[in-house]
């Protein structure tokens, strides 16, 4: 996909915005077909920031043509209105850097922060990938990737016109790399995790015109959490690895790794150095919930790219996995002093990172059936806010259609009764007054309703696939909307109910208006706490 740059604009003023943005502390997985319990591909991706924009839309099919071209944008998910896109080019905070032929009609796809899943069923999500500036090898990193780098492709622009132009995962990752090839990376690293039913990948993006991505094996698992996995590189092996021409050059010229050493060639270790637990400890938790028998050491600093889960893993299993913090480990954020006398894990204090965070905007989890017909097999769960607070509906993107509760509502507005994240954020923010008395209840009033809802959905997947088979595919279109549309107006009535129910209960901190005492742990630690001094008394020093 060689493409001519038109009309290029870059100025030193958006590259110094681009470079203080801060990552998008996101967890994702990848699972294989053989890995789980009804066959499927399942990619996942918390998206955990305060400020991305949790709107969703469906962006439809486009026209191409030879005359046809199509914005390169630069941070453009921000607070834009997508509702008439493309006849109404709204980027928000975004910037128009130029523009590039769209020669193909396109295809149909959902687009919150991210693009998530196309017509055809390729889903994707990403993880922001730091890298530690604090050695000389980090520094020179940045000098290269940051200071010297004229590139315009962020995460957002390519998963765009990924889920636009790609039938299959490997097409994806082929688009996202010529993309990078032809027009440069200009963000943080990034680590996407890509299935299309049939296959998974794994694609890195560090800089420059430097990427590279594994297939990971059919039974196999995959954890992100916000540090570059890529360790393990094959290039003799083009079927089940692509890289970036120049991947390992680069490193030669640029001092960056060297033959001589005797050192493996560790794309990861190279171009996004980090041992931090920040990210290590997610990676450790999720392969010991899947393996546990590996007796995987939660303080090391390296894991696998992926290992083999014990058992198959369903839909629940991978959405409690979204929800863990810790629980029945020496790391349990909710029995530590910053959880409160409560245990409440929700808070922004914890010194451990779990995989479920207080500030998810949303996640979802994407579970793709390959034998399906496109229109039914492109289905995605989502939801908004911390999963173990909050609940997920399936959607498709093969829809015409979505509620208006997803387009509603600002982080940074008020609160919104007719918008699916406020709602979501209502309920979880109620119950860290009472977290551990609150979670039983909106387990309560949760998880029998979605545990129908996963054989319902699967049940009207197979309703669609036989209307298609029966030349009936706009019937199956149609029924998927209805389903999917109504089921998701019905949640979100229902959780702002609940939401008010659970308000009452815990209402000044008390249940039910009963005195909620504090645990004698908890006591003795106020009954030992040194007073405030208060302002006179710090300004008397």
Known sequence: MKKKLFGLILSVALITVLLAQS???CTTFGIGKDATADGSTIVTHTCDSTGDDFRLWIIPAMKGGPDVTRDIVMDGNTWGDWSNYPAVKDYGSGTVLGEMPQPEDTYQYLHTNYSIINEYGV??????????????????????????????????????????????????????????????????????????????????????????AVKIPDDAFFVCANRARINEFDFDDTENYMC?????????????????????????????????????????????????????????????LYVTPEKKLSMKDVYAMNGDYYQG?????????????????????????????????YQMLANVKGWLPNEAKCLVWYGH???????????????????????????????????????????????TQNYQSAIKEIHEARDSRMDAQYIVASEMQEAAAALIEAG??????????????????????????????????YMFNRVDMKAAPYPQWWQDILDNAPRNPGEADEAAK
């Open 23 to 25: 990552a998008m502390a």
């Open 123 to 212: 889903a994707m999500g990403e993880s922001t990938c730091s890298f530690d500036t604090s050695t000389e090898h980090g520094k020179k990193l940045a000098e290269l990737f940051y200071e010297k780098n004229n590139g315009i492709i962020d995460c957002y622009q390519a998963q765009h016109i990924a889920l636009e132009r790609a039938k299959t995962a490997r097409e994806a990752v082929q688009v996202m790399g010529d993309l990078v090839e032809e027009y440069g990376w200009n963000a943080m690293c990034e680590n996407m995790n890509i299935c299309d039913g049939n296959e998974v990948w794994i694609a890195e993006f560090y800089g420059l015109d430097l990427w590279c």
């Open 244 to 304: 970036s021409p120049n991947f390992k050059q680069f490193a030669i010229d640029n001092g960056l790794w060297s033959e001589e050493s005797g050192e493996p060639f560790e794309p990861a270790n190279i171009y996004a150095p980090n041992n931090s637990l920040y990210a290590s400890r997610r990676e450790w938790r999720a392969f010991d919930l899947v393996a546990p028998s590996l007796n995987l050491d939660p303080d090391a600093t390296r894991f696998p």
């Open 329 to 361: 480990t020496d790391y349990d954020v909710s029995l530590s002093p910053e959880a409160g006398p409560y245990g409440n894990p929700l808070n922004e204090y914890n010194k451990e990172r779990p995989i479920n965070m207080y500030r998810a905007t």
């Open 385 to 431: 806010g911390a999963a173990d607070s909050t609940y997920i509906v399936p959607l498709w993107a093969s829809m015409t259609r979505l509620p208006q509760i997803y387009q509603n509502g600002s982080r940074y507005g008020k609160f919104d009764r007719d918008s699916a994240w406020w709602v979501a954020s209502y309920v979880q923010q109620t119950a």
């Open 472 to 505: 009936k595919r706009d019937e199956a279109v149609e029924l998927l909307t209805t389903y999917a549309y109504n089921n998701a107006q019905d949640w979100h009535d229902y959780w702002l109910e609940f939401g008010d129910e659970l308000y009452g209960t």
